[in-house]
């Protein structure tokens, strides 16, 4: 089983930028597909991205694409979400999620969840 703690949210214009973390614990985090959520106020969550464990083939949601991205570092048990060219409708709780099968994290089904943490955009 793996434990997820995430950090790097907060406060951000629009057009800013925000990296997040998800550290690990573990000795098999290597073992999972690793992903990113979030979900606003009154909304339902949301599948942001998701990375194997060789960081290939990341893959995205269509909102985020070409603006957010997701990497891995295995030696640090740690996956990263770096967001750019934020908007206020970015404004959400994200959490990290792992899992061991890539079509379950992307259902949102995850063997793991981290707390979340709060990213806000103004505008």
Known sequence: ???LVESGGGLVQAGGSLRLS?????????NYVMGWFRQAPGKEREFVA???????N???ADSVK???TISRDNAKNTVYLQMNSLKPEDTAVYRCAAALNFYTLRTGIGDAWGQGTQ???SS
């Open 1 to 3: 089983q793996v434990q």
């Open 66 to 68: 070409g603006r957010f």
């Open 58 to 60: 990341p893959y995205y």
């Open 22 to 30: 998800c550290a690990a614990s573990g000795r098999t985090f290597i």
């Open 119 to 121: 990213v806000t955009v």
């Open 50 to 56: 998701a990375i194997v464990w060789a960081g290939s």
